[in-house]
């Protein structure tokens, strides 16, 4: 069963960092694609990030929103098969329930379209105070 967890959110003030996790299960990374997603209160979920694999190389193909080009940087682990959204330089705008998806594919192009993904994380809370 496919699976994917998110962990890391929590209470930060303006200007710092925090490191989400979304750890997969039931599948490995190698064909599939990760996207994070966000959505703050009384707005839509938007698509923020993506990060799958490049061809057959073990370089990564990644993706951002232009609201955190520069700030948020997605890693991939093939060893603990976990996808990490570093966030840097927070503003309060960041705040929002943060959800990571995973669908099968080794591309992050249309990675803001949400019915792609094949599973959903429950999200995890990130709060940027100013």
């Known amino acids: 069963q496919l699976r994917v967890v998110e962990s890391g959110g929590g209470l930060v003030h303006s200007g710092g960092s925090l490191r989400l996790s979304c750890a997969a299960s039931g599948f490995t990374l190698d064909n599939f694609a990760i996207g994070w997603f966000r959505q703050a209160p009384g707005k839509e979920r938007e698509g923020v990030s993506c990060?799958?694999?490049?061809?057959?190389?073990?370089?990564?193909?990644?993706e951002y929103t232009d609201s955190v080009k520069g700030r948020f940087t997605v890693s991939r682990d093939r060893v603990k098969n976990t996808v990490y959204l570093q966030m840097n330089s927070l503003k309060p705008e960041d705040t929002a329930v943060y959800y990571c998806a995973a669908r099968l594919g080794q591309y992050c192009v249309g990675y803001e379209y949400q019915d792609s993904y094949d599973t959903w994380g429950q999200g995890t809370q990130v709060t940027v105070s100013s």
């Open positions: 990060a799958s694999e490049l061809g057959s190389s073990e370089a990564d193909s990644t």
